[in-house]
Nanobody
């Protein structure tokens, strides 16, 4: 089965940095995009950054200029570099990969990771 695994979360002081990693593996192909979401306590899950194709990226307004999404050319991995972290960045961060089940299929497949906790606190 396909799986998506995030790593890199942890405890960091305000103003610090973290780099999150996400790797998709198994039965997922023709990845169309990968994205990072986050969910803070009491809030809806929100999109943080997306990577579409090889070079198109988008960011939530609250993280523009502070976060950077990147990935390899095959779009099977993505990274979220988070700089100048703020207390309100505290959340569980999720990675999602969107592709297809087999190389010769374009039927939509969406696979979510388990999440990695980012805590920004002094």
């Amino acid at each position: 089965q396909a799986q998506v695994v995030e790593s890199g979360g942890g405890l960091v002081q305000p103003g610090g940095s973290l780099r999150l990693s996400c790797v998709a593996s198994g039965r997922i192909y023709n990845i169309r995009n990968m994205a990072w979401y986050r969910q803070a306590p009491g809030k809806q899950r929100e999109v943080v950054a997306t990577m579409i194709g090889a070079s198109t990226v988008t960011y939530a307004p609250s993280v523009k200029g502070r976060f950077t999404i990147s990935g390899d050319s095959a779009k099977k991995s993505t990274y979220l570099q988070m700089d100048n972290l703020r207390v309100d960045d505290t959340a569980v961060y999720y990675c999602v990969a969107r592709g297809s089940e087999f190389p010769d299929s374009y039927r939509f497949l969406e696979v979510w990771g388990q999440g990695t906790l980012v805590t920004v606190s002094s």
